[in-house]
């Protein structure tokens, strides 16, 4: 047995240990493999849980809905309230603790009235060392995490979720739409609204990875380094500017760094808050 494969055994074993358990679960890799694996050492003893709210895009809600059907593991949704607290709207860099807060007291509150042992959710151990204010929140919800504990990274994952079959092993990261709005600007249904609005819109011109920034009346298009070259080309500029102007935004611009996680932490590079991954 090769040591990934050690770990993937190891992380079996731990998810038995505790029964029976919510996964916390947003059609992303990490947690849609954890889910995967739960349900693998728990069967019907196990419960994926997606959070709906104005953050939550369609698109992560008909990942999540494609994997749980593949694999026929029990998967509900819930909604989360985040919005309501003025100190999430805020959108200061600790936003995802109240967001994380919210939706772990949500699962803590089903997993007690149905008898569910613990809550679990997908950190691996590249997380480790970024700036997650959602871990803190984890920690105060006593959040279980065995893909970190097992020492699987972004790379087993999905190396494994390839392997299992599960249909998001490839697909990019995506954190949620708050995280593509500037800090300090206030995060509203309609600003969520007009960002998923453009990456769709982005999404359909045939680019894979990018970023739809939000900076109020400008809007900051980050698309990765292999994909840059045809985003210069300028019928494809025109393109964007018509996305983005009938979005309502004055100006369009095109990131020429191109795509980065984190990449609105730069206005916090001389305080004390490491990048985050957004």
Request: aromatic content about 8%; some cysteine; charged content about 25%.
């Amino acid at each position: 047995m090769n040591p990934l494969q050690e770990r993937a055994q190891r992380l079996q074993e731990e998810l038995k240990k505790t029964s029976p358990l919510i996964v916390a679960y947003s059609g992303g890799v990490d947690s849609a493999y954890l889910a995967y694996a739960a349900y693998r050492a728990l069967g019907s003893r196990m419960l994926a849980v997606a959070a709906l709210s104005a953050s939550f895009s369609n698109r992560d809600r008909s990942m999540a809905e494609t994997c749980a059907q593949k694999f026929k593991f029990p998967h509900e949704f819930i909604e989360t309230d985040e919005l309501l607290n003025p100190e999430y709207r805020a959108n200061n860099p600790n936003r995802c603790f109240f967001c994380k807060d919210e939706l772990f007291t949500k699962l803590a509150a089903l997993a007690a009235s149905r008898g569910f042992a613990a809550v679990a959710y997908g950190v691996n151990v590249d997380d480790r060392g970024d700036w997650r204010p959602g871990e803190r929140a984890a920690r105060k919800h006593q959040v279980l995490t065995p893909l970190l504990d097992c020492g699987l990274t972004k790379a087993d994952i999905r190396a494994l979720a390839h392997e299992a079959g599960v249909p998001v092993w490839d697909r990019p990261a995506s954190a949620c739409l708050a995280s593509r709005i500037a800090y300090g600007l206030e995060v509203t249904p309609e600003r969520l609204r007009v960002v998923e609005q453009a990456e769709e819109a982005v999404r359909e011109l045939g680019f894979q990875q990018f970023r739809v920034r939000h900076h109020g009346n400008l809007a900051r298009l980050e698309v990765a380094p292999e994909e840059m070259a045809r985003a210069l080309d300028p019928a494809m500029a025109h393109r964007f500017a018509k996305i983005f102007k009938s979005l309502g935004f004055a100006y369009a611009t095109l990131d020429l760094d191109g795509y980065r996680r984190g990449s609105l932490n730069v206005s916090l590079a001389k305080s004390s808050v490491p990048h985050s991954t957004s």
